[in-house]
Each structure stands twice: as C-alpha cells, then as structure tokens.
Nanobody, 114 residues
C-alpha cells in the first residue's frame, strides 16, 4: 500500500487549499484515512478522519473550515481547507489503515501567511 499526498502550497490567510491523498496497492476492502499535521516544534496531530463507513470526524480547531471526503473510484481522499489561518501552517500527512495496518505517505507542506 502506498500513499501519495499532494496539494500543499503557500496561501494567504482566509484562502483555501485542497489536499489529495492517493492510495494505491492491492487490497479490496474499504479503509479509514486520516489527515494529520505537524507544525515545527509540535507533535503530529489528527486533523480529520474518514472511516471505512464514510463517517468523518474533525479536530476542534478545524471544525467548520475543513472537509474530508473520498472518491472511491479514484482511491483518493481529499481535505478541503477553507478560511485558512496562519496556525494551520504545518506539514500535512495522510494515513490509511488497511487490513489493520497503518500506512503513511510523505507529507505535503502548507504555509499560511498573515
């Protein structure tokens, strides 16, 4: 299983970005995916998750601003980020749990300028 995150970049406060996490590999079951982020000097934290049953959950800090979704045909999970704030600046990682095992992609950097 391989995960490829993309979509990061530099954006002004109040702007939007959409991150993508493409999941590839040989598996047939649906899987849960989480978007995490790690800011400099801070621990990695869960930002949003979507279960195998498509239930979603969000960190309090992003509730109402971020939306996680999936396109099963493309095996891709998206994180739509609106009303971005400087404190959203971090490296964002996606994680998938497939057959009970955790897989991580390389991060994509998001920088929000004030």
């Amino acid at each position: 299983v391989q995960l490829q995150a993309s979509g990061g970049g530099l954006v002004q406060a109040g702007g939007s970005l959409r991150l993508s996490c493409a999941v590839s590999g040989s598996f047939s079951s649906k899987y849960a995916v989480g978007w995490y982020r790690q800011a400099p000097g801070k621990e990695r934290e869960l930002v949003a998750g979507i279960s195998s049953g498509d239930n979603s959950n969000y960190a309090d800090s992003v509730e109402g601003r971020f939306t996680i979704s999936r396109d099963n045909a493309k095996n891709t999970v998206y994180l739509q980020m609106n009303s971005l704030k400087p404190e959203d600046t971090a490296v964002y990682y996606c994680n998938a749990v497939v057959y009970g095992m955790n897989f991580w992609g390389k991060g994509t950097e998001v920088t929000v300028s004030s």
